[in-house]
């Protein structure tokens, strides 16, 4: 008899079959990307990864002059909900400053 027959535990052999897939799908994946603008000064830029994307100041500053001198970067890679979240963080706490910092996201 097989183990899910015997499950039934009463013998009679019409125990449900249980056995569904294993697999597990992995949440899909968010880029979250910062944009180059004229106006918005450097420091801001660098505090907004220190604060929001939890960077130390010297990879901060990297990211920030890397979306300077190319006109986009990555500031972290996060599940679609966290992603988002980010980006409506980056873009309120910009606009309470009167910047005009730009923040977006991309499926990986
Ligand atoms: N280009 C801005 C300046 O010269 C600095 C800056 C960097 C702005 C990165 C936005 O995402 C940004 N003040």
Known sequence: M?????RNG??????????????????????V???????TPMEFVVHVLVRF????PEEAARIMLHVHRHGVGLCGVYPFDVAESKV???????????????AT????
């Open 33 to 39: 990307l910062l944009l180059n603008d004229d106006y």
């Open 53 to 56: 994307f939890h960077k130390g």
């Open 105 to 108: 996201l991309e499926k990986e």
């Open 2 to 6: 097989s183990d899910d027959n015997r």
């Open 10 to 31: 009463d013998g009679s052999g019409t125990g449900v079959a249980t056995q569904v897939r294993q697999k597990t799908q992995k949440p899909s994946m968010y880029k």
């Open 88 to 102: 409506t963080q980056v873009i309120d706490f910009a606009r309470h400053n009167e910047h005009p910092l730009q």
